[in-house]
């Protein structure tokens, strides 16, 4: 069999901007389990690398897309960020790129700062930071570390299926209840169970709590928008047994999709809550960058009839675009059908009782590791 032909095609520097050309669409053969329906070329590569069959129906004989895993030795664990929006100021990711191959994430073009797409390569070409506890370690032990709520999950999930094999995401919160160090999770994977062990000592000293984000109730449009994440139900069911074990649990609707599932909001909140659950969130669909061609290539592919109705209400939260990336409109969006989503999910919450009170994680009971690599005093 003649191999399939590859074709590098220059990018002119006037292309266009960078959500461009979402790709070939791949065989969904080759792409089972996955969401994303091309894999083009990062924004930053010189050239856009294109897959055509020869004639010879040589397409045909690729290979599947297979999860492909590399490690790296980061000198630093704990990412700041200064954004006004946020609510925290520090995070950790154990991972680069996500297993569970959610269509809307918003992490997506971070691999293009890899020379990886963020279609189908961020779903299946992972980097796993085998040594971030130790970094953590180091890191808290510095003399001048003043401690504050650490985010885990705001931009890859800590909990996706590799964690199994890897423990990254374990032996960070090892090292977090070993500091007396406060923490935030947000997962959708039911695998955060597995730490209750960990979890519940530190949610009994204030130190942790932990939020799972439920996208839809509909297992169908689960398993074909976010595929290998933990279903809905047991996303729940993960909701009751953490506040069981006494650790504080929240419930995140997100991302809300106008026109797919905004009829929702009310129930995800009726169901969370009547399960433990004391907090709830929400983000508008946010797609940044190659996002917003990954995510219409998948609506087309799977509701193309809500096509235009989808991409016109989402275009009307955002002035007309399909992304604001402004502090302070980026999470919620503007103008009507934005500002109705906001006060029905305000309204819900407090007809239910969701956000009487907000656990605040306690800084005071750290306690700063011996050692962890500083040049210790002489005298």
Known sequence: MIPALCVDV????????PASAGGEKIAPKRRRGRTANANASGRFEPVARVDLDDGWGSLDELPAFVTEVAHEKPKKIITRNESPDLAFDRSINPYRGCEHGCVYCFARPTHAFLGLSPGLD????????????????????????????????????PYQPIEREHRVMRSILEMLAQANHPVAIVTKSALVLRDLDILGPMAARGLAKVALSVTTLDRDLARAMEPRASTPQRRLDAIEKLSLAGIPAAVMVAPVIPGVNDHEIETILTRAHALGASEAFYILLRLPLETQDIFAGWLLE???????????????????????????????????????????FELACEKIGFNKHKTRLRTDLFARPAGGGVQLSLF
């Not at 220059?10 to 901007?17: E, M, V």
């Not at 970094?135 to 504050?148: C, D, N, T, V």
């Not at 980026?330 to 906001?342: D, E, H, K, N, V």
């Open 10 to 17: 220059t990018i002119p520097d006037a292309a266009p901007g």
């Open 122 to 157: 961020f779903e299946s070409r992972l980097f796993v930071k085998d040594n971030a506890a130790e970094i953590l370690r180091r890191e808290f032990s510095a003399p001048g570390y003043q401690p504050k709520t650490i985010a885990i999950g705001t931009n890859t999930d």
């Open 302 to 344: 799977h509701h193309p009839g809500k096509y235009r109705k989808v991409m016109a209400l989402l275009r009307s939260t955002r002035e007309g675009k399909i992304y604001d990336a402004a502090w302070g409109k980026r999470m919620t969006g503007t103008g009507p059908y934005a500002w109705m989503i906001g006060r029905r």
